[in-house]
C-alpha cells in the first residue's frame, strides 16, 4: 500500500487564487520531503526540499514566494501555490525517504492541478 | 542535470524479457541505484534498489556490474500492464533528492 500520501489528487481553481496541496509519511516519520513538478510527456522537475524545523531549499529558477513550502511535522508537508496562473497548472509529486528501509525515497500519488 | 542516462523508448512483446540498461558513468561511492516505474498520471512505484552485483525482488532483477557504471533492470515476461515509463536514478542517501532524467518508455505489444 502507499506510505506517502498526497491531497487532493485533483483540484481546479481559478486565476489569482491560492491552493495548497499536502503530503503526508503514513506510517513513518520524514524529517525531509520533496517536491517535484511534471508537465505532461516530461520527466519530473525538482522544485524544492522540504526541511521539518526548517526553511525550504529551493532549486534554482523556482519562485519560493509563489511555491510557499511549510513542514510543520514529521509527517505533513504541504505546497501552497499563491496567485496562481495558467502556466502553473501541472502535476504536482512529493516523495520521503523510509527510514526503517534503508532511506528509500517512496513518492506520493501526486496531485493535479489546473488554474482556469 | 541528471546523472543518469537510458535509451528513450522500448518495445517489447508481451511474455518477452525486457532489460533497459541505464549508464552513471560518475556515480559516487556511496550511491545506490534504484529504479522506479510511473503509469501516467500517477508517481512514481518503487521497483528495485541496489548498490552492487545482482539484487533481485519478486517483480524485477538488477544486475550492476563490478564498476558500477551502469546497471540493467530486468522484467521477466512482461504484461501490457507493464506499460510505463521506467526511471533510473542515483543518490547516496534518503535526505538527497533525486534527479529525475528523461526515462525510458516501455511499450509492451500484445
Known amino acids: 500500500g502507499a506510505v506517502v500520501s498526497q491531497h487532493p489528487s485533483r483540484v481546479i481553481c481559478k486565476s489569482g487564487t491560492s491552493v495548497k496541496i499536502e503530503c503526508r509519511s503514513l506510517d513513518f516519520q520524514a524529517t525531509t520531503m520533496f517536491w517535484y513538478r511534471q508537465f505532461p510527456k516530461q520527466s519530473l522537475m525538482l522544485m524544492a526540499t522540504s526541511n521539518e524545523g526548517s526553511k525550504a531549499t529551493y532549486e534554482q529558477g523556482v519562485e519560493k514566494d509563489k511555491f510557499l513550502i511549510n513542514h510543520a511535522s514529521l509527517t505533513l508537508s504541504t505546497l501552497t501555490v499563491t496567485s496562481a496562473h495558467p502556466e502553473d497548472s501541472s502535476f504536482y509529486i512529493c516523495?520521503?525517504?523510509?527510514?526503517?528501509?534503508?532511506?528509500?525515497?517512496?513518492f506520493g500519488e501526486g496531485s493535479w492541478l489546473t488554474v482556469v | 542535470l541528471a546523472k543518469t542516462t537510458q535509451p528513450i523508448s522500448m518495445d517489447s512483446y508481451e511474455g518477452q524479457e525486457v532489460n533497459i540498461t541505464c549508464s552513471h558513468n560518475?556515480?559516487?561511492?556511496?550511491?545506490?541505484i534504484t529504479w522506479y516505474q510511473q503509469f501516467p498520471s500517477q508517481g512514481p512505484r518503487f521497483i528495485i534498489q541496489g548498490y552492487k552485483t545482482k539484487v533481485t525482488n519478486e517483480v524485477a532483477s538488477l544486475f550492476i556490474p563490478a564498476d558500477r557504471k551502469s546497471s540493467t533492470l530486468s522484467l521477466p515476461r512482461v504484461s501490457l500492464s507493464d506499460t510505463a515509463v521506467y526511471y533510473c536514478?542515483?543518490?547516496?542517501?534518503?535526505?538527497?533528492?533525486?534527479?529525475f532524467g528523461k526515462g525510458t518508455r516501455l511499450s509492451v505489444i500484445a
Open positions: 516523495s520521503a525517504p523510509r527510514p526503517d528501509s534503508g532511506n528509500t525515497i517512496y
Open positions: 560518475n556515480i559516487a561511492t556511496n550511491d545506490y
Open positions: 536514478l542515483v543518490g547516496d542517501t534518503g535526505n538527497t533528492p533525486l534527479v
